[in-house]
């Protein structure tokens, strides 16, 4: 919930700043200059994009101010499910592992990690490749380049809704602008008024200005910045996963194969030597 935070920051602060150089705040709600620029964003958005980035957008849009579920105990917790699939191949053969791979949700092994579980995108990930491997039908260069490939593309799928909400962003000024434009041709419209009048109307025309760049900086412009970052996270536990099962085609043990994994998620995330250790012999304990 780290985004209504800083908006509630951001806000705060511009508002105080504009009371206590004795603005009225009720001066600036200005509902129909509301209504133009998100109407503009909106409609803009909605035309610039296909119905799949929309859907992209607003799940994402959604799930940013939960906040991403990938943290330290997380990626414990995938490199705990990857050893113990790992030990349970190296002792009983590939085979063993048929089960778990068509339905990871009756698995006692993936059960064991409900968090990891609910991330649907890793575990089709995961059970995928082991099922290939499984098959046998390829060989781990080609293995390795549908990795990429796949990988590749979840970038750019990450990055389509990032994209959008970014374009949004760099279209708020201008809109603002245009409702800003609208307000003074109504003015001039009104030249006839007296000066305490037209102020009012001059007044609410830059609150469109106002509010375009507000709302572009201040909010829309880091919820894209902080739904590229979730992204960045959830993608980096696939490239562990694919990590840990080319290292153990290489011929790795569990434990060096995990290693390969751990090694390649960011340093202020990815769990110690020491304790994932320590959550191997638990495993093995069990």
Known sequence: MVIPIGIVIGFGCALAGYVLHGGNPVVLWQPTEMLTIFGLAIGATISSNNSRTIKLMMHDLGAVFKGSKVNKVFLLDVL???FELLNKIRKDGLMALEADIEEPENSEIFKKYPAVLENHHLVE???????MMLGGSLNLVQLEGLMEQELEEFVKTEHLAVHAVDNMAQGLPAFGIVAAVMGVVQTMGSIGL???????????????TFLGILFSYAVVAPMAAAMAQRGELEIKSLFAVKAILLASLNGFTPPQACEFGRK???PDQRPTFK????KAKEVKGK
């Open 264 to 266: 390649i998620m960011f």
């Open 275 to 278: 304790e994932f250790d320590e």
């Open 125 to 131: 990930f995961l059970t995928d490749y082991l099922r």
């Open 80 to 82: 705990a499910l990857m």
């Open 194 to 208: 007296p000066p305490a009048e037209l102020g009012k109307l001059i007044g609410a025309a830059l609150v469109g």
